[in-house]
């Protein structure tokens, strides 16, 4: 299983780069275009509007899968590991909500630009709500991961303010 989420990382972090790639290549051509041609590629800045949003919340649900979000741990870190769990458990499970909600929300919003259309390229603005849609349940899975591991006491599981595996911490 670990194997499989490790090449799903790679790949999304390839279609990242690539995402990116183009973003700067149609906005910096359609920038030149504009300035020196007085011309321009009319569906750069669609494309890149669109590339921009999937490249946001593909990041963020890398960030979490690699706890490199923000975070502070300070008062967690100063807690029992007893009631650091229970902190964790009740954040984990306000996640869950929060992304919930998000789900449903973009699921509405998918619905409604499957009948709406952009303006230049005709694409369907559901493209928009699924970038916010499908890496919302990947985050949630994400999370439902780590919470089961804090819950059975698994020695993997993220807590925060917990001293990472292998480090000392003196006192």
């Known amino acids: 299983m670990n194997r499989v989420v490790a090449a799903l990382e790679r ?12 973003m700067v290549a149609l906005v910096f051509g359609n920038v030149v275009l ?4 007085n011309s321009g590629i009319v569906a750069a800045e669609e494309i890149a509007r669109l590339m921009f949003v999937w490249l946001v919340f593909l990041g963020a649900t890398l ?11 300070l008062l967690q870190a100063r ?7 229970a902190c964790a458990v009740v954040s984990h ?10 789900v449903t ?9 499957m009948q709406t259309y952009s303006t230049v390229l005709r694409f369907p ?4 709500a699924a970038a916010g849609f499908f890496p919302a349940i990947a985050m949630a899975l994400t999370i439902l991961a ?3 591991k804090i819950v059975s006491g698994d020695r993997d599981a993220v807590v925060p303010g917990a001293a990472p595996q292998g480090v000392l911490v003196e006192h």
């Open 11 to 22: 790949v999304t972090e390839w279609i990242m780069a690539l995402m990116l790639a183009v």
């Open 34 to 37: 504009r300035y020196v041609f």
């Open 63 to 73: 960030a979490l899968r690699r706890n490199q979000h923000l975070g502070l741990e």
């Open 79 to 85: 807690l029992p590991p007893s009631v650091r769990r």
């Open 93 to 102: 499970l306000l996640m869950l909500y929060a992304l919930y909600l998000f």
């Open 105 to 113: 929300g973009s699921w509405t919003q998918l619905l409604i630009g």
């Open 125 to 128: 603005m559901a493209f928009y």
């Open 146 to 148: 780590n919470l089961w």
